[in-house]
């Protein structure tokens, strides 16, 4: 990444000396971020570029981010907190606004460095998975007062799985690559659960589901841990903050953090639903998250965590079918291959269904 993005203008536009030492900082895929310090010893602050390609609507991020943080902020602080290490603290310009557009008409935001915190890949231990899970569930928690109905929707659609489904039916019907006659198998697999895809939708459709904040990247990297202790400090990347569902939140992080293999392994044998991993994760989650959750979101938790895996796998295969316009490839068949390892693990999920419920409603008494 290089440095010269972040030019004087930048800085002088949130209130920092064009001298600051100024470098970048890797791990996110989407925004260019660097971190800027203006004398040895003094703050430390962020900044990030935001991509207008995949955010086109800069401004409704912001005034999400400045929402929920603003929330998050009375909220830690009323019971004895740090509102400057437990959430993010956005810096507004020199005009007074939280968002800057460069000469360019690259919009910029200034956070608040956190120190001694570090985010992690990929959980390392069950530990670090069961910190995770109770920082995305102290988030939920801290929330759940917040009227979700008043936040943007920034990628519309982003968790409906329904409409996923139907990108999908899309892509076989325009064939874009000539690829639908390779997929038959896929294809089928994903048919046979079409009416599966419209559970937790109907479940809100009908009110029996509340519509809630939701961070819709709920991955590991997205936490950060303590150095020291290796507790959850705070819950980063707020770009996704949404209305959606809390089973959407729960089940994104179980995708991932229970499976046993990455997800573009293509040696299925080793695409595994570990359950400790999902009992880790869900012990911490629900400690911090489990009494604000209704009886129906409790029961839900585990389709969730099918659904999300699903959706996923449809993503991947729509996108195969129609050329690799989206998801980064390293190889020609390589969404092909994250599909069948999505629909494996989503195979191993449902085999594990009663189990998974068993263990929510236990840890719940």
């Known amino acids: 990444m290089d440095n010269s993005l972040c ?9 920092l000396p064009p001298q600051s030492d100024v470098s970048p900082l890797y791990g996110g895929h989407i925004n260019d971020t660097f971190v800027a310090q203006s004398t040895a010893g003094s703050p430390r602050y962020t900044l990030q570029r935001i991509n207008r390609f995949v955010f086109p609507s800069p401004e409704d991020i912001t005034e999400n981010m400045t929402g929920v943080t603003s929330f ?11 509102p400057d290490r437990e959430t993010l603290s956005v810096r507004p310009a020199a005009d007074g606004k939280f968002l800057y557009i460069d000469k360019e008409g690259n919009p910029w935001r200034c956070l608040g460095y956190i120190e001694n915190a570090t985010s992690h890949e990929t959980p390392e231990t069950l530990a670090m998975l069961e910190e995770a899970g ?24 982003f968790h ?21 006659g390779e997929v038959g198998p896929e294809l089928e ?27 819709n990247d709920t991955k590991m990297s997205n936490i950060l841990l303590d150095d020291v202790t290796g507790k959850a ?16 939140d729960f089940g994104d992080s179980i995708r991932a953090g229970a499976a046993t293999a990455a997800e573009d392994e293509t040696d299925l044998s080793k695409v595994k639903f570990d359950l400790e991993r999902y009992q880790a994760y869900a012990r911490g989650f629900l400690s911090a998250a489990g009494d604000i959750l209704t009886k129906r979101e409790l029961e839900t938790l585990p389709d969730g965590a099918i659904l999300m895996t699903l959706e996923v796998g449809l993503r991947f295969l729509a ?13 020609p068949s390589h969404n092909l ?23 929510i409603q236990e840890m719940m008494g």
């Open 134 to 157: 109770r920082a995305f569930g102290d988030f939920q928690c801290l929330l759940s007062g917040y009227p979700a109905h008043t936040l943007h929707e920034i990628i519309p659609n």
């Open 7 to 15: 030019t004087p203008e930048i800085l002088a536009a949130f209130g």
């Open 337 to 359: 291959d994250r599909a069948r390892n999505q629909f494996r693990l989503v195979e191993e999920m449902e085999a594990a269904r009663e189990e998974m419920g068993r263990v």
């Open 189 to 215: 697999f994903a048919y046979k659960r079409e009416k599966a895809c419209a559970l937790l939708a109907d479940l809100l459709e009908k009110g029996e589901l509340p519509l809630r904040v939701t961070h």
């Open 72 to 82: 998050l902020r009375e909220k830690i602080a009323a019971r004895g907190g740090d």
């Open 160 to 180: 409906n799985t329904p409409a996923r489904f139907a990108q999908l039916l899309e892509a076989v019907k325009n064939d874009k690559a000539g690829r639908a």
């Open 319 to 331: 996108d195969y079918l129609n050329g690799d316009v989206y998801f980064r490839t390293a190889r």
């Open 233 to 248: 400090v705070c819950v980063i990347d707020l770009d996704t903050v949404m209305p959606g569902l809390c089973a959407f």
